[in-house]
């Protein structure tokens, strides 16, 4: 019931566009899956996903699973659930390319599902109190591309929120 689309991750030649698989490089591939309705949203919500794997790959060494997909599914509970290789992904994510709105917080949650892929596989928690760390990983590597994207007064700006919203949590 699903379709799938390919993003072409890493090097390319300048008159290659963004989307196109070329030859053997299925491991510099992102599938991704969705409805078939939603295809064109699905399009629009994953465009930053190559540049943000071809950034992940130059800042933190080569993925470590042979291939990464992400699949849109309805009625998930959560927002996103990852997993070795797989993200899945709740479709309410899913926006129009006419809407603005949605991107920068959909990015933020494509992005740390991607980092999480490194983070989760390199760190181990030992215990559940350790958890922290992974997510604080994958957190501190998708806002590094932040930084490269949007620029560092945006990075500044998206640190200060966080950090506000960690102090008016931590009560006590």
């Keep these: 019931c699903f379709e799938s689309f390919v993003v072409f ?4 030649e300048e008159d290659e566009e963004d989307t196109e698989l070329r030859g053997d490089d299925v491991n510099n591939a992102v599938t ?3 409805h078939p309705e939603d295809v064109e949203w ?4 994953t465009v930053i996903t190559n540049k943000a794997m071809d950034f992940f790959l130059k800042e933190y060494g080569s993925f470590p699973f042979s291939s990464y997909a992400i ?5 998930l509970v959560c927002q996103t659930s990852n997993f070795a ?3 899945v992904m709740s479709s309410k994510l899913l926006y129009p390319p006419n809407m603005i709105e949605p991107m920068f917080s959909v990015t933020d949650v494509i992005l740390k599902s991607i980092a ?3 983070a989760g596989i390199n760190i181990s928690p030992q215990t559940f109190n350790d958890m922290w760390c992974t997510i604080g990983i994958a957190g501190f590597m998708a806002i590094s591309f932040i930084k490269k994207l949007m620029g560092a007064n945006e990075f500044r700006y998206r640190l200060r929120k ?7 949590e931590d009560v006590g």
């Design 9 to 12: 991750t890493g090097p390319k």
């Design 71 to 75: 699949v849109f599914v309805r009625y």
């Design 85 to 87: 290789g797989l993200s």
């Design 162 to 168: 966080q950090m506000d919203k960690v102090v008016a």
């Design 42 to 45: 699905a399009k629009n919500t």
């Design 32 to 34: 991704i899956y969705s």
């Design 116 to 118: 999480t892929q490194w």
